[in-house]
T-cell receptor, first 115, second 115 residues
Framework: KNQVEQSPQSLIILEGKNCTLQCNYTVSPFSNLRWYKQDTGRGPVSLTIMTFSENTKSNGRYTATLDADTKQSSLHITASQLSDSASYICVVSARDRTSYDKVIFGPGTSLSVIP | KAGVTQTPRYLIKTRGQQVTLSCSPI?????VSWYQQTPGQGLQFLFE???????NKGNFPGRFSGRQFSNSRSEMNVSTLELGDSALYLCASSLARTPTYNEQFFGPGTRLTVL
């Protein structure tokens, strides 16, 4: 069964600290993996997109890694800011035989950055 | 450049009614995808339209339908509303079909409440 799990469910960190969010998936055949940031009451914003051949992708203070062998991804946030408080969602796409992607969303990690 | 717009932003309906939601993609974008977000199920993919044709479909009942017009604007319709249809409905646009390596831009969503 295609599934995406994220951990931790929620996280509280002090401003300026680093943190790492995890995403494990059982999606096959793998097409791509995306990380989104969703502020409360707003639509998600894309942070990174990675295909099978990419194992690291950065976007400012956000760095995503992908290990396609172990089917794990992580999102590392450096020098956190109050504005990083949001839900972070891991999304994995599976390419089926019709060449259409099945899009599977993780439940998200709620991050709170406190002063 | 204007972002993705969705109308209405908030909607209250009663069980059994039907509802139509509208999405205007970013100018030049030809792909529009729809998603449902609920506290219990998280984000789930509904369907994707590209060049007025449905290109991909999630696992939702036939009560959920959509269409795309020649100007790429899209509408989503839900008939015979149920209490469980209460959710945030998000629309996202991209330049090409999302199975390709394209970034998606989300709208603010339409909050539907079914009483």
């Amino acid at each position: 069964k295609n599934q995406v799990e994220q951990s931790p469910q929620s996280l509280i960190i002090l401003e300026g600290k680093n943190c790492t969010l995890q995403c494990n998936y059982t999606v096959s055949p793998f097409s791509n993996l995306r990380w989104y940031k969703q502020d409360t009451g707003r639509g998600p914003v894309s942070l990174t997109i990675m295909t099978f051949s990419e194992n690291t992708k950065s976007n400012g203070r956000y760095t995503a890694t992908l290990d396609a062998d172990t089917k794990q991804s992580s999102l590392h946030i450096t020098a956190s800011q109050l504005s990083d408080s949001a839900s972070y969602i891991c999304v994995v796409s599976a390419r089926d035989r019709t060449s259409y992607d099945k899009v599977i969303f993780g439940p998200g990690t709620s991050l709170s950055v406190i002063p | 450049k204007a972002g993705v717009t969705q109308t209405p932003r908030y909607l209250i309906k009663t069980r059994g009614q039907q509802v139509t939601l509208s999405c205007s993609p970013i100018s030049g974008h030809r792909s529009v995808s729809w998603y449902q977000q609920t506290p219990g199920q998280g984000l789930q993919f509904l369907f994707e339209y590209f060049s007025e044709t449905q290109r991909n479909k999630g696992n939702f009942p036939g009560r959920f339908s959509g269409r795309q017009f020649s100007n790429s604007r899209s509408e989503m319709n839900v008939s015979t509303l149920e209490l469980g249809d209460s959710a945030l409905y998000l629309c996202a646009s991209s330049l090409a079909r999302t199975p390709t390596y394209n970034e998606q831009f989300f709208g603010p969503g339409t909050r539907l409440t079914v009483l």
